[in-house]
């Protein structure tokens, strides 16, 4: 008796297994029919897409086209505009003369200008020419007339210069400095000593003209 309600059972299970796996096969072809469905659903959305665009450029394309004659419009009524306010204005003539120089005259002027360029060179080089002569000259006499002491002097200032000039003419403007800051540290002494003169005179510092007079 058990056996037999075993059987049953595992019968049972058995159909409800073939059950099942026909109703897994049956949903199987169902999701791949609806696969397909939903891959044509996205190529119809695609192509829908793609013809909703060339719709769109075409009415772009028919937007400008259709504005621009009235582009046209606008600009030919701006400019009949422009031209009815030109037309209200009276038309005044004016005749300009305008005077060319020809080319010979502006080589003429170059010509001038490079001639008195020259010019003023050849003067300017003539004249320290001189001016080297005069000296050279002036030097020579020197030489000639001075004492053997002095010409010996002199030739061994003609020689340094020869030599190193830049060097010569530092040392002669050092001196002449030294020279000058020495006369004037002597003047300054003088002054000093006048004014202490006269303090110890007793007299005021105003009245030093006609001491130095007196003296």
């Not at 013809?51 to 400019?79: C, D, V």
């Not at 001038?112 to 060179?121: D, Q, S, T, Y």
């Not at 004037?184 to 303090?199: G, P």
């Amino acid at each position: 008796m058990e056996n037999t309600s075993i059987e049953k059972a595992l019968n049972q299970i058995s159909v409800e297994r073939a059950k099942d796996s026909q109703e897994l096969k049956v949903l199987k072809v169902t999701q791949e029919k609806q696969g397909e469905d939903l891959q044509e659903t996205h190529k119809r959305i695609k192509g829908l897409e793609l013809n909703r665009g060339a719709l769109e450029t075409t009415q772009q394309e028919f937007i400008e086209r259709s504005a621009a004659p009235l582009k046209q419009m606008e600009t030919l009524s701006l400019q009949m505009t422009i031209h009815g306010e030109l037309l209200k204005k009276p038309l005044i003539q004016k005749l300009v003369h305008e005077h060319h120089l020809p080319k010979l005259l502006y080589a003429t002027i170059a010509l001038f200008c490079i001639c008195l360029v020259l010019a003023m060179g050849w003067y300017e080089s003539a004249k320290r020419l001189d001016q080297y002569q005069n000296n050279d000259t002036k030097w020579r006499r020197l030489l000639l007339d001075a004492r053997p002491v002095l010409t010996k002097i002199m030739q061994d200032v003609s020689d340094s210069v020869a030599q190193d000039p830049d060097k010569t003419r530092e040392s002669v403007k050092a001196e002449e400095d030294h020279n000058r800051q020495v006369w004037e540290l002597y003047q300054k002494m003088q002054a000093d000593s006048t004014q202490m003169r006269v303090l110890k005179a007793g007299k005021p510092i105003g009245d030093n003209s006609s001491y130095i007079h007196k003296k």
